[in-house]
């Protein structure tokens, strides 16, 4: 029988230690966490893992992923939740062909997880298996494409703005981000054995609005699945989520690696 492995984050904030005075404050990311830990407990992954604010740390993260490539063969899924601040450091490797040039991140709490870091974890992956990750910040941690301003006196947003506070981060830490960099040459181009479907909170050109209780993806995601009354494939769940969405956040859908039909035509947390 397939089994099932989950991991899930959510930062409230991150070390402004690290992020050189900022703490990225949110409120509703480790609600966040928590629901996604229920929910797949409930589905009947027996082997799940929640990290909250601090105990998100890149090691962490990258070793709870690993741990999970390691342990699944092929038909397993593993599902993967983050919810937290997206951000950008620059591509120094030359595998981004978009006018910007930048690499997207998921914003840890020492430190960001550069999205080469995140292709080069899926190719560690069996043959076979499935991986969801659902991400409810900026972007969806595949691809690059250009992130929109940081709208000020709004609604709390997940993105770290690179101007000023994403390129401050970067000077700053310009050595480690460019050496994270450095040792992935190529990293977007490794091949991946494992199905990886993505579905993130909004379009690359958008951003994902925090609450008080959920952010917005998750709290319309958890109203589209119904306690498990939703029957859909997960592009029909997907769709779902978006049909509850403002056109100012549209969820993005996008697959990595492997193509998998029948993965993508199951009921969500199929395992």
């Known amino acids: 029988m397939p089994q099932g492995n989950s991991l899930h984050l959510g930062l ?13 404050e949110l409120a509703a990311c480790e609600f966040d966490a928590k629901d996604m830990l229920a929910l797949a407990k409930r589905r009947g992954f027996a082997n799940s893992q929640m990290l909250l604010t601090s105990a998100a ?61 995140l292709y080069a974890l899926w190719s560690k992956f069996k043959k076979g298996v499935r991986i969801l990750v659902l ?19 709004g609604p709390r947003q ?13 000077a700053a830490h310009k050595r480690a981000y460019d050496g994270i960099q450095a040792s992935l040459q190529g990293a977007e181009k490794i091949p991946v054995r494992a199905s990886v479907l993505l579905v993130s909170g909004c379009q690359d050109n958008q951003t994902s609005l925090d ?7 998750t709290e319309k995601l958890k109203k589209a699945w119904n306690n498990g009354k ?42």
């Not at 409230?12 to 990225?24: K, L, R, T």
């Not at 609450?211 to 993806?217: A, E, I, K, S, T």
């Open 211 to 217: 609450g008080n209780r959920n952010g917005l993806f």
């Open 12 to 24: 409230n904030f991150v070390d402004p230690a690290q992020y050189e005075g900022w703490n990225g």
């Open 57 to 117: 740390t890149s090691a962490a993260v990258i070793a709870g992923i690993t741990n999970a490539a390691k342990q699944l063969k092929s038909g397993d899924l593993f599902f993967l939740t983050y919810s937290g601040h997206g951000g950008q450091v620059p591509d120094k490797n030359g595998d981004e062909k978009d006018n910007d040039r930048m690499d997207e991140t998921w914003c840890l709490f020492d430190r960001q997880l550069v999205d080469d870091e």
């Open 230 to 271: 939703f029957t859909g494939s997960y592009r029909s769940f997907r769709d779902r989520i978006v049909a509850q969405m403002p056109g100012t956040q549209t969820p993005n859908y996008y697959v990595v690696g492997a193509k998998n039909a029948a993965f993508e035509a199951q009921p969500p947390f199929t395992i």
């Open 158 to 170: 997940r993105v770290m703005p690179w101007f000023p506070r994403g390129k401050q981060v970067y």
């Open 135 to 153: 991400s409810d910040s900026c972007h969806s941690g595949t691809v690059t494409r250009a992130l929109p301003p940081f709208l000020s006196g």
